[in-house]
């Protein structure tokens, strides 16, 4: 199979290859709404949110902007917010 120049061939695979230039979005967590249930951790798409002293934070070293914490946060804790550049 022939890719072009640029793209990502497995899941996960930005984790070697820093992609939080190409983000327009941002995940902005409510620490105080979030219930540690860890659904955004599981379903992250680049294994880039994690828990840092107890609160999960996104690497954003390697957090795209998709949006896919966000929409499977059971308590709306994660809003997705346009980042400034
Ligand atoms: S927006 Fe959320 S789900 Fe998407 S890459 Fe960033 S931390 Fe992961
Ligand atoms: S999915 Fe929402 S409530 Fe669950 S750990 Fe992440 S931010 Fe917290």
């Given at each position: ?69 966000a929409n ?14």
């Amino acid at each position: 199979m022939k890719l072009s120049l640029g793209a990502m061939a497995e899941p996960g695979s930005t984790r070697v290859t820093k992609t939080g230039a190409w983000r327009t979005f941002v995940p902005q967590v409510d620490h105080e709404a979030c219930i540690k249930c860890s659904l955004c951790e599981i379903y992250c798409p680049e294994a880039c949110i994690h828990q840092v002293e107890g609160l999960f934070v996104p690497d954003l070293d390697y957090c795209k902007g998709c949006g896919v914490c966000a929409n499977e946060c059971p308590r709306n804790a994660i809003e997705m917010i346009l980042e400034e550049k």
